[in-house]
């Protein structure tokens, strides 16, 4: 039997999806195939949030065309929700275009069609072992200015609190070492019991060995006692991601992201204070108006919170959202040239972030054991780890004790010592 391939762009939640849907396709008696010549049903999951990745899965969806028919594709995502025309354009009236953030069970509906599924079972799927995700919320109504989600991924849906906790439950009951919790603003999540921290609360309070974290927050919807009550609970990791975007109030205004550079410095204090805490974020560089200044202004707020890793992003205008009617565009060649000065002091943030664990131990989640190479995995504070270790090898998914000998902008290298 020919097989599928899934092609993934994007955020945590479509790697998500996909994972599902590729675990129902192997229960339903497919294969997974590597390469397009051998594949006889394509997946494609596309991501909108910046023009590049967009492009990357037209022009993989017009090769896949050519090799497979679009009868034989399934496009789906945000790309496939904004720019269905396109997509039909470039493939074909044939193509199967899944529009809107579609439940996995409607997308199986579809691939369906194409060829037989089996049922779907809602259990974290295990290809994405040791690490279970868990959906709190989809969609995003935070209308940040140069955002498409709230577009794509239309209004907020909270899924219930009983179902989150039975599948976090589930889970941990299969021996997932992880649990990550998805929200666009997960700050956002409202349930009986309360709010993020009511649900983090109840998840910390199952029995078992495993580690949570959560992603991605908002600085508006968070506050400062909230950080420091997560950051007593006794399964999360010692990680708190939150993005900043710009370090000029001027420009997080234009943003409408609703918060100044004094409110996140609040929010960042209880993990900046904690050594055993990483503080990491996500920036764009050359948003409309941006001027030297306020590109000064991040300069030195990247520097000021001393970010152990920084997702750094050039503006990319995307049709529909309010920034993209803004007139005071960025030149490109000025946002390749802050980009690329901000991306060095980035890294050496990241190096000095990791050398600092010199000669320290460190826990690590062991994720990837390749023969005849280091073992990879991750510390309870986010970083990367490469490790040698002697027999007996250990178990992805089992949590082991690394003493560090150097760190780099990459991350941590050392040896396991139980
Ligand atoms: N241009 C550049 N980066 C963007 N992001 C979201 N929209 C855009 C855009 N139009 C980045 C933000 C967000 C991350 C997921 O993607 O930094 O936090
Ligand atoms: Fe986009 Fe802002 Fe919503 Fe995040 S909070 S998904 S950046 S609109």
């Not at 397009?36 to 991501?47: D, K, M, Q, Y």
């Not at 399934?74 to 579609?102: H, P």
């Not at 904690?274 to 030297?292: K, R, S, Y």
């Not at 995995?377 to 560090?404: H, L």
């Amino acid at each position: 039997m020919a097989g599928f391939l899934i092609k993934t762009f994007g955020c945590q939640f479509n790697q998500l999806y996909s994972a599902m849907i590729t675990d129902a396709l192997i229960r339903g008696g497919h294969r997974s195939s590597e390469s397009l010549g051998e594949a006889s049903l394509v997946i494609i999951n596309t991501c909108a949030v910046r023009e590049k990745a967009e492009e990357k899965a037209f022009s993989f969806l017009g090769e896949a065309a050519m090799v497979v028919g679009a009868s034989h594709i399934v496009f789906m995502g945000c790309t496939a929700t904004l720019d269905r025309e396109r997509a039909v354009r470039i493939a074909g009236r044939g193509l199967n275009v899944v529009e809107g953030t579609a439940a996995v069970e409607q997308v199986l509906a579809v691939v369906g069609t194409v060829v037989p599924v089996g049922e779907l079972d809602c259990t974290p799927p295990r290809s994405l072992f040791p690490t279970a995700d868990i959906e709190l919320m989809r969609g995003c109504e935070g209308y940040c200015t140069y955002c498409i989600v709230p577009r794509s991924r239309g209004p907020e849906v909270i899924v219930d609190v009983g179902e989150v906790l039975h599948r976090a439950e589930r889970a941990i009951g299969s021996s997932f070492s992880e649990l990550l919790f998805l929200g666009q603003n997960i700050n956002r999540y409202r349930s009986r019991l309360g709010g993020l921290v009511e649900i983090m609360s109840s998840v910390d309070e199952l029995d078992g060995n495993f580690w949570f974290w959560f992603l991605s927050s908002h600085p508006a919807n968070f506050t400062p006692e909230e950080v420091r009550r997560l950051m007593e609970l006794r399964h999360i990791e010692h990680r708190l991601h939150l993005p900043l975007q710009s370090g000029s109030d001027r420009i997080l205004e234009r943003m409408n992201r609703r918060y100044t550079i004094a409110d996140y410095a609040r929010l960042a204090e209880p993990v900046r204070e904690n050594a055993d805490w990483t503080l990491t974020t996500d920036i764009i560089v050359g948003f409309p108006g941006e001027t030297d200044d306020d590109f000064a202004h991040t300069v030195d707020a990247v520097r000021g919170f001393r970010f152990d890793g920084v997702f750094l992003a050039k503006y990319s205008d995307r049709p529909g959202t309010p920034s993209s009617r803004m007139q005071d565009k960025v030149p490109l060649a000025l946002i390749d040239e802050r980009h690329s000065a901000l991306l060095r002091i980035v890294q050496d943030l990241s190096e000095q972030s990791n050398q600092v664990l010199a000669g320290k131990f460190v826990d690590v989640l062991v994720l990837a054991v390749p023969a005849g190479s280091d073992a990879f995995g991750k510390s309870i504070d986010g970083r990367n780890v490469w490790f040698s270790c002697s027999e007996p090898v250990p178990g992805i998914g089992t949590i082991v004790n690394v003493a560090i000998d150097h760190g780099s902008r990459e991350g941590l290298h050392g040896t396991r010592v139980c």
